[in-house]
């Protein structure tokens, strides 16, 4: 007999459409928490306390991994193209050409990841701890607002924070990038720093500050709202975390992409 | 503050948790809600307390009451001590902030601490606690805004006899206090007969017993009997369900 639930291709589809149904939930979870936000924000109703203690983590705690992994990438980078653009005669392009590369792409992008990885993760779990153990029912009881002592610190250290990390981490970029040159293709620092400076726009600056923000404020956001919608035990606080690192990845790519193509298309 | 459930009705996965109960608390009055595990009774609670939304019925509360809960795994802040924990709403509250100084707040936390045999104790953690000083704690906490509904959420269990005698002399001296309404629920023939004065009985989402803690006591009742005598034979069935 053939029976329709029982068929391979079946499961798969009724598998395919849990996840996306999960998808859609976590969108409309997203668009509201974002609307409570804001309405938070707009009505002043920010703790100053929690927010520094929020910034806090955001721009200091996470400097040591965000600095490791931009200077790492920048470092690699200059190790693959100086020696190539001196082979072909373009060593003095070598400065603009990272300073192009770093300020519009992998400082923002990759001091992202740094950060998703590493207070987005931390974010999500405190939460969704706090959601199982109904400590967030007790602060409902308490007639405390969760969104307003949660979430919006985090927001707001997210928009504020994150571009400052993408100075300081696109500045050592730089530099470890001069440093790598100089060292394997003996392109002199001097040479290299005047080149950089072609490569430096205040345009770019701006649009990647303003990137940042939004990368900053998205991974609060996609953080305290995937620990924030968790319910059940401490498998869950583990399902959550990986939720909020994998949407905020491709919350990042998402909005990579559209300010790529709002920008400089 | 008179508290009065209506036809109060939850379902939680097509299955009917509450099924249309309804009772009443008057002022100064403690109610013991007693059943199996599972029959609904933290529910109820976080229903009143407004945690939960109900599917209808109604809950009836007067505009200016301060409703308080304890709950039954504590449900401290782990993130911060015990003072911080106690005087989170007098801080974080919209409308407290700036009403309170600083040695006020810390008099209020001490205050309240000493009501629960807990001193010099401010500066620990919740991991630092035993199961039964986190329970106090997290009392500590419920009554520190001066509620006149109190919801308690198995005070008593974990405890050992003597603190739980201390928690129930605690739980009527506090009613008399703030002159509150209080919902105790407990699996403990010594907290209600201590602490409580009228009982009702919940299974499989319905109240089965409803009056004096004499009553529930004496046997009246085959539901109440089975539930005081301990016993597998009675009209609930508990495997299974
Ligand atoms: N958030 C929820 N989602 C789905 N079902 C739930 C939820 N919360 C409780 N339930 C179900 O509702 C029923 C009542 O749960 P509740 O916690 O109120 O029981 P209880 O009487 O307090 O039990 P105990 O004495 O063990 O604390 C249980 O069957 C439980 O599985
Ligand atoms: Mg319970």
Same mark, same amino acid.
């Given at each position: 007999?053939? =029976? ?6 079946? $499961? ?28 938070? &924000? ?22 040591? @991994? ?9 470092? &690699? ?24 590369? /770093? ?14 990885? /590493?207070?987005?993760? +931390? ?10 153990? =109904? $400590? ?19 927001? @707001? ?22 440093? %790598? ?21 205040? !345009? ?14 998205? @991974? ?27 949407? +905020? ?17 | ?20 109960? *309804? ?7 403690? #109610? ?6 599972? *029959?609904?009774? *933290? ?15 109604? @809950? ?34 919209? =409308?407290?902030?700036?009403?309170? +100084? ?8 001490? $205050? ?9 104790? =401010? ?27 109190? #919801? ?9 006899? %003597? ?9 009527? !001296?506090?009613? !008399? ?5 209080? %919902? ?58």
């Amino acid at each position: 007999m053939f =029976e329709l639930n029982k068929t391979f291709t079946y $499961q798969r589809f009724v598998l395919l459409w849990g996840q996306i149904e999960e998808f859609l939930i976590l969108i409309g979870n997203l668009g509201k928490d974002f609307v409570d936000v804001i309405k938070r &924000i707009l009505s002043l109703e920010i703790n100053l306390n929690e927010t520094i203690e929020q910034s806090k983590r955001f721009a200091y705690d996470s400097l040591p @991994i965000s600095l490791t992994i931009v200077s790492m990438t920048s470092a &690699i980078i200059a190790m693959q193209l100086a020696p190539e653009l001196a082979r072909q005669g373009g060593a003095d392009y070598t400065g603009m050409l990272s300073a192009l590369v /770093m300020v519009r792409e992998l400082a923002a992008v990759m001091s992202a990841f740094a950060i998703i990885s /590493m207070v987005g993760a +931390s974010f999500a779990s405190e939460i969704a701890s706090m959601a199982v153990t =109904e $400590q967030i029912s007790a602060m409902k009881v308490l007639k405390v607002d969760p969104i307003a002592y949660l979430f919006v610190p985090r927001f @707001i250290a997210g928009a504020l924070f994150m571009p400052v990390v993408f100075i300081v981490s696109g500045f050592c970029g730089l530099v470890c990038a001069g440093l %790598v040159s100089n060292w394997c293709a003996d392109l002199s620092l001097l040479n290299y720093f005047t080149s950089l400076w072609h490569g430096l726009y205040i !345009r770019d600056i701006f649009i990647a500050l303003l990137k940042s923000s939004f990368f900053g404020a998205t @991974i609060a956001l996609i953080s305290s709202s995937c620990g924030y919608s968790a319910h059940g035990g401490a498998k869950e606080v583990g399902l959550a975390t990986t939720k909020a690192v994998v949407s +905020s990845f491709l919350a990042i790519a998402m909005w990579d992409f559209i300010f790529a193509s709002v920008f400089y298309l | 503050m008179t508290l009065e459930v209506k036809n109060l009705t939850k379902i939680f996965d097509n299955k009917k948790v509450l099924d249309n109960v *309804s009772f009443k608390v008057e002022n100064g009055q403690t #109610l013991g809600v007693v059943g199996f595990s599972g *029959s609904g009774k *933290s529910t109820l609670l976080k229903i009143i307390s407004g945690i939960l939304e109900k599917d209808s019925g109604e @809950i009836i509360l007067p505009n200016n009451s301060e409703v308080a809960m304890a709950f039954q795994y504590s449900a401290l802040f782990d993130f911060l001590d015990v003072y911080d924990n106690i005087a989170f709403p007098l801080v974080e509250r919209k =409308e407290f902030r700036g009403k309170y +100084s600083k040695d006020e707040i810390t008099k209020i936390v001490s $205050q309240k601490l000493q009501m629960v045999g807990l001193e010099g104790i =401010e500066e620990k953690f919740p991991s630092e606690l035993s199961g039964g000083m986190q329970k106090r704690v997290g009392f500590a906490r419920a009554i520190v805004t001066n509620p006149n509904v109190i #919801l308690y959420d198995e005070p008593t269990s974990g405890l050992d006899p %003597v603190t739980s005698t201390m928690i129930e002399d605690y739980i009527v !001296r506090l009613k !008399r206090e703030l002159n509150a309404s209080c %919902v105790v629920v407990t699996h403990q023939l010594s907290t209600i007969r201590r602490a409580v004065d009228y009982v009702i009985m919940l299974y499989q989402g319905k109240i089965v017993f409803d009056g004096k803690v004499e009553d529930f006591l004496n046997n009246k009742n085959e539901y109440a009997r089975q539930f005081v005598t301990a016993s597998i034979q009675g009209p609930m069935n508990i495997i299974g369900k």
